[in-house]
T-cell receptor, first 110, second 118 residues
Framework: DAKTTQPPSMDCAEGRAANLPCNHS???????VYWYRQIHSQGPQYIIH???NNETNEMASLIITEDRKSSTLILPHATLRDTAVYYC???????????FGTGTSLTVIP | EAQVTQNPRYLITVTGKKLTVTCSQN?????MSWYRQDPGLGLRQIYY???????DKGDVPEGYKVSRKEKRNFPLILESPSPNQTSLYFC?????????????????FGPGTRLTVT
């Protein structure tokens, strides 16, 4: 499974969109992009995943570039409760290992 | 309610005293995994299991054992704990796909077990 690169930290003003980038330049054709977040020391929480097309759910949107080498997680209207560490992971459906890395620490500022 | 449970949630023990952290899921997931989380190092995978009686090492397996005798349970065993195993541990589970067209599957995480070895 490919590994990912994320900025270590980002700030976002409350109410604004938070755009979290992820680089996965070695992704292979059968690997999905997943996003999780972890608030304080709780168990990571699934946010969204996608293969090629952009995806949206009630929590966020996922934009994957056409070459699939990078993606952006968008929280459309960030709130203070979105302050967390966000992890981008790539993995095949039959993949075995998960590589979480150190993620991006997002701070939403009032 | 679909969930992953871990016990105990907090444990303080002494070097060399064998311990087991239990993990159980009620979603009939094939895949289960253990992670440890240390400051500045993110989540690192210890062991994972693709199904009953099938386990394999992750990135940091030294000092740990696992077993998967039943689909729902995946205990983590520390035969002789040492202070460098002081950490926050998470268990997780998910379905496994059969190919790229089967879609991706999210992992569900337990609440964590904070272990201190003195």
């Amino acid at each position: 499974d490919a590994k990912t690169t994320q900025p270590p930290s980002m700030d976002c003003a409350e109410g604004r969109a938070a755009n979290l980038p992820c680089n996965h330049s070695t992704i292979s054709g059968n690997e999905y992009v997943y996003w999780y977040r972890q608030i304080h020391s709780q168990g990571p929480q699934y946010i969204i995943h996608g293969l090629k097309n952009n995806e949206t759910n009630e929590m966020a949107s996922l934009i994957i570039t056409e070459d699939r080498k990078s993606s952006t997680l968008i929280l459309p209207h960030a709130t203070l409760r979105d302050t967390a560490v966000y992890y981008c992971i790539v993995r095949a459906p039959t993949g075995n290992q998960f590589y979480f890395g150190t993620g991006t620490s997002l701070t939403v500022i009032p | 309610e679909a969930q992953v449970t871990q016990n105990p949630r907090y444990l303080i023990t002494v070097t060399g005293k064998k311990l087991t952290v239990t993990c159980s899921q009620n979603m009939n997931h094939e895949y289960m995994s253990w992670y440890r989380q240390d400051p500045g190092l993110g989540l690192r995978q210890i062991y994972y299991s693709m199904n009953v009686e099938v386990t394999d090492k992750g990135d940091v397996p030294e000092g740990y054992k696992v077993s998967r005798k039943e689909k729902r349970n995946f205990p983590l065993i520390l035969e002789s704990p040492s202070p460098n195993q002081t950490s926050l541990y998470f268990c997780a589970s998910s379905f496994l796909g059969q190919g790229v067209s089967s879609g991706g599957y999210e992992q569900y995480f337990g609440p964590g077990t904070r272990l201190t070895v003195t």
